[in-house]
């Protein structure tokens, strides 16, 4: 099976822009959670998505938002870029084996 | 409320020799432990976890963890170690707030440095 894939790698923006990340999950899985991790806070849970529902969320502002759509692929979107949110961004899927993540997409906010 | 502990920042070891990375955790229920390994500019590759059986868990690349409830610990260790395993290194807990949760709660992380 292909594995998690998130698209684009990289990203480049200014502040005050937002930015759209896409995340596909591995064939089969329906839950897909998104982290992110940054040198000084290291991995933190975003949200989670399961069957187009979002079912948990970590303690981010509003400005971070995400979907899932029917065939379990998943978008996260941010609004209003700060510096602050230059990260890698990294998507997850979880089945009862575990929870396998993608490559990330590195952000960078000017 | 749950928690991973990563005590050492980074590991030293000469290739070859044993070794060990630390791991220790709270939770009120039962844990559900995972470890996953971090090469630059890479996402996260799952190792190993425990949710439930026998303490020692093997897993991926020769690398095994040893789950102790006595003393809330869950060491990553492996028998002789790689130049090649020198990467980042992750200790994780399932949140416990719901069940079938996508959530895990990640240590800060160990840089395991290898020397040849």
């Known amino acids: 099976k292909a594995g998690v894939t998130q698209t684009p790698r990289y990203l480049i923006k200014t502040r005050g822009q937002q930015v759209t990340l896409s995340c596909s999950p591995i064939s089969g899985h329906r839950s897909v959670s998104w982290y992110q991790q940054t040198p000084g806070q290291g991995l933190q849970f975003l949200f989670e998505y399961f069957s187009e529902t979002q079912r948990n969320k970590g303690n981010f502002p509003g400005r971070f938002s995400g979907r899932q759509f029917s065939n379990s692929r998943s978008e996260m979107n941010v609004s209003t870029l700060e510096l602050g949110d230059s990260a890698l961004y990294l998507c997850a899927s979880s089945s009862p084996r575990g929870q396998y993540f993608g490559p990330g997409t590195r952000l960078l906010v000017l | 409320a749950q928690s991973v502990a990563q005590p050492e920042d980074q590991v030293n070891v000469a290739e070859g020799n044993p070794l060990t990375v630390k791991c220790t955790y709270s939770?009120?229920?039962?844990?559900?432990l995972f470890w996953y390994v971090q090469y630059p500019n890479r996402g996260l590759q799952f190792l190993l976890k425990y949710i439930t059986g026998d303490n020692l868990v093997k897993g991926s690349y020769g690398f095994e963890a040893e789950f102790n409830k006595s003393q809330t610990s869950f060491h990553l260790k492996k028998p002789s170690a790689l130049v090649s395993d020198s990467a980042l290194y992750f200790c994780?807990?399932?949140?416990?707030?719901?069940?079938?949760?996508?959530?895990?709660?990640f240590g800060q992380g160990t840089t395991l440095q290898v020397k040849p």
């Open positions: 994780a807990v399932r949140d416990e707030s719901s069940s079938n949760t996508g959530k895990l709660i």
């Open positions: 939770v009120s229920g039962n844990p559900y």
